[in-house]
């Protein structure tokens, strides 16, 4: 099955706004978009990069996106494992760190994407660094 056009643009737009390679990988009747060596933040995590993967599926952007996933050995600058991210889940091909932070609110198909999923996920991290 083809990859939704919207879903297309989306990631084609995150890689300009993040300088990164976004690959967008259908599996089954779920799609990974996978931004490859995302920056993390600086101080926050063991590693300064890491492949960020993202799920949604076919009725993108409809469907409400949630949480994400990192490589397995991204953990807290002092090596703890953070409590939300203690689950391993087995994404295309590999095995990704589940990172269970939560939306909390109303996914607004038209205004929500792959975009405001970003700002989610790097609002996450803020949440994590060290000020």
């Not at 993390?40 to 409809?62: E, I």
Request: aromatic letters at 10%; one cysteine or more.
């Amino acid at each position: 099955m083809d990859v939704p056009e919207i879903l297309q643009r989306d990631a084609d737009e995150l890689a300009r706004v993040t300088g990164r390679e976004v690959e967008v990988v259908p599996n089954g009747s779920q799609i990974g978009v996978i931004v490859k060596q995302a920056h993390l933040p600086a101080g926050a995590y063991t590693k300064s990069q890491s492949d960020v993967l993202m799920l949604t599926d076919y009725q993108y952007p409809m469907s409400a996106m949630d949480m994400f996933y990192m490589e397995l050995d991204v953990q807290h600058a002092g090596g703890s494992i953070p409590a939300h991210a203690t689950s391993i889940e087995p994404h295309l091909g590999r095995s990704w760190r589940r990172w269970s932070w939560h939306r909390n609110g109303i996914w607004k198909p038209g205004t929500d994407g792959l975009l405001s999923h970003w700002a989610f996920v790097e609002a996450c991290w803020a949440k994590e660094t060290p000020q």
